[in-house]
């Protein structure tokens, strides 16, 4: 019999609306993640894409709407318990400890103490410069690395659901030409992915679904190749010009 769970989305968002104190900031956001690969969350600054992952996240309550994940409601749960449901979430502002060594971060990261030999192996072979810095200090990295460090400790144990707010942000071309090799690597892997990626060569290289937002709410969802293709699109939704593509 065919596993039914195969072809129902990893998460989906249903007319998302938060609120953060006295500020509307989300009027309506709806989307899904397929299970396996990789959807982009993209808009402009300040449409409300951060705000979006952290209320999938439970560190914003959503007002109104849903937030389902592998079948479930998560909208009411937790973030402990969204976290120990199967998704793990870097944010934009590289989560690692700068006075800890980038073993010892790993460690923290993995929730059963003790880390996967192979598994971490695994990780050493996308991110070769952990294994040279194992035993210094975290703070010793560089933007990037400390970046990989992150994503690292994400995917130390395996997760079904993988969002990473921003990976790119303020790294140089050759370091965000890594980070498109990473997670091209990690699409061969089981788990599913949610990026949102200011930079469009990353986003159309790694990219098979997006779901674009503007002033809280998407505006726009669908494959990754028709928008990469569809310039007039891009200059619509996203304000991008040529240069983009370069
Ligand atoms: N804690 C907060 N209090 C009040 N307003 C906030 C808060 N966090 C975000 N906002 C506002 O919500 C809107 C959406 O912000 P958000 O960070 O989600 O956008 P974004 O799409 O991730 O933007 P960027 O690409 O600049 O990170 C912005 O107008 C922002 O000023």
């Known amino acids: 019999m065919p596993d039914a769970t195969a072809a129902q989305p990893i998460l989906q968002l249903q007319g998302v609306q938060t609120h953060i104190g006295p500020y509307h900031i989300l009027h309506g956001v709806s989307f899904t ?4 690969g990789v959807t982009m969350l993209l808009g402009r600054n300040g449409a409300g894409k951060t705000t979006t992952l952290r209320t999938i996240m439970g ?3 959503a007002s109104t709407g849903t937030v389902i994940f592998n079948g479930a409601d998560i909208t009411r749960r937790g973030t402990p318990a969204i976290a120990q449901a199967g998704i793990a979430y870097v944010p934009e502002n590289m989560s690692v400890f700068s006075d800890l060594t980038v073993a010892e971060n790993m460690r ?3 929730r059963t103490g003790a880390i996967d030999e192979r598994r971490l192996d695994w990780v050493f072979r996308m991110f070769p410069a952990l294994k040279t810095f194992w035993h210094q200090r975290a703070g010793v990295l560089s933007g990037g690395q ?5 994503v690292a400790r994400a995917i130390i144990e395996p997760r079904q659901l993988l969002i990473v707010d921003e990976p790119t942000k303020g790294l140089a071309p050759a370091i965000i030409q890594n980070m498109i090799h990473v997670f091209r690597e990690l699409k061969q892997t089981e788990v599913s992915i949610l990026l949102v ?5 990353m986003a159309k290289s790694v990219g098979d679904t997006v779901a674009v937002m503007d002033d ?3 505006v726009h969802t669908g494959t990754m190749a028709a928008l990469a293709e569809d310039e007039r699109l ?5 304000g991008l010009s040529l240069a983009a593509h370069q």
């Open 216 to 218: 809280g709410r998407t």
């Open 234 to 238: 891009q200059q619509q939704l996203l």
């Open 197 to 201: 990626e200011q930079n469009f060569h």
């Open 33 to 36: 993640v397929p299970r396996g």
């Open 108 to 110: 923290l990261a993995a």
């Open 146 to 150: 400390k970046q990989m460090l992150s």
């Open 59 to 61: 560190l914003w309550q």
